[in-house]
Nanobody, 125 residues
């Protein structure tokens, strides 16, 4: 059972930056992703990364502003968020699924097995 723990959320003004981190309890091969859920809205995929780290996915609204990365040696996943906007306000979740396909990414929440508890990101205007 992989446990995921997010950190790095907080309150920031529009145009600012935050870096989210996710620490995994095991080094099992897995693809990972970041999701977010704003009040009254469905959970949406923000970014995803393959086990190898060579492939990434970004939803259109964050392209050019967010960067997903991972350090398999440390078992960590990161999301660097720049030029934040009020519409980025949400609870952000780290997710993982076991895979032996090093290059593949997954973007749907139903495809992930393990979830963190979430970290709040609030962007003020």
């Amino acid at each position: 059972q992989v446990q995921l723990v997010e950190s790095g959320g907080g309150l920031v003004q529009a145009g600012g930056s935050l870096r989210l981190s996710c620490a995994a309890s095991e080094r099992t091969p897995y693809a990972m992703g970041w999701f977010r859920q704003a009040p009254g809205k469905e959970r949406e995929s923000v970014a995803a990364i393959s086990w190898s780290g060579g492939n990434q996915y970004y939803t259109d609204s964050v392209k050019g502003r967010f960067t997903i990365s991972r350090d398999n040696a440390k078992g960590t996943l990161s999301l660097q968020m720049n030029s934040l906007k009020p519409e980025d306000t949400a609870v952000y979740y780290c997710a993982a699924r076991t895979t032996f396909i090093t290059w593949r990414i997954w973007t749907m929440s139903a495809e992930y097995t393990y979830w963190g508890q979430g970290t709040q990101v609030t962007v003020s205007s």
